[in-house]
């Protein structure tokens, strides 16, 4: 199975991503643990990119996050699916779309880049879940824990991106399959039972 966990920066989405990877790997499967933007080549550009380390136009991020896709599935994600392998991403290509989506012409047009690279529909994970947090609570995490913060991460741009995760995913669920996880007043370990409790019977 292909897995995507979804999400605003500081909603947990790493620490579910890891923790539903060793879950998988203790039930004996072999699982690889893996994220977007990647290590690559273009996903280290892009990640650069969402420091602030330079500055891209919105579209042009839209068609590297685009590339960055394609190459990691290339290189990591299917070689791993023909091997029988689950994989479980942090993040693919739907972040693309919220993050920059801006406007519902910019949004069109990244779904039709994506799309493009994203076919055959094998390359479209098994199930995505979001992890739906509040902005607030994102943010206490990331000042709590991180030294170093993205463009995004913003209580004003965190409110944003969650009100688009909403609209965008909601668009996409009579092609996907998505599964959304409200995380408020939930500690980690509340937060992946109810991830288990969902992918338990697909597994």
């Known amino acids: 199975m292909f897995i995507v966990i979804e999400g605003l920066d500081g909603s947990g989405k ?7 990877g060793e879950w998988l790997t203790k039930r ?3 699982c690889l643990i893996t994220n977007q933007p990647s290590n690559g080549a273009i996903g280290t550009l892009a990640r650069e990119t969402t420091k602030g380390a330079f500055s891209v ?3 042009a991020l839209s068609l590297l996050f685009a ?3 394609l190459q990691h599935y290339k290189e990591k994600i299917e070689p791993a699916l023909s091997r029988g392998e689950y994989v479980v991403c942090d993040r693919y290509y739907y972040s693309n779309l919220v993050y920059q989506g801006k406007t519902p012409e910019l949004f069109e047009r ?3 880049y994506n799309h493009s690279v994203m076919n055959p529909p094998a390359k479209k994970p098994d199930v995505v879940i979001y992890l739906d947090a509040l ?3 994102c943010m206490k995490r990331i000042t709590a824990n991180r030294t170093e ?4 991460e913003k209580i004003d741009k965190l409110k944003a991106l969650r009100t688009r995760y909403i609209s965008t995913l909601e668009r996409l669920r009579e092609t996907e399959n998505i599964i959304t996880i409200q995380t408020k007043k939930l500690n980690q370990s ?7 409790h969902k992918i338990a019977p697909l597994c």
Request: aromatic share 6%; glycine share 4%.
């Open 135 to 137: 902005p607030e609570e």
């Open 190 to 196: 509340e937060v992946f039972e109810k991830i288990v």
């Open 14 to 20: 790493s620490t579910q991503t890891r923790r539903l």
């Open 110 to 112: 990244i779904l039709m």
């Open 57 to 59: 136009d919105n579209e």
């Open 149 to 152: 913060i993205s463009i995004f």
């Open 28 to 30: 004996g499967a072999t």
């Open 67 to 69: 590339a960055e896709h």
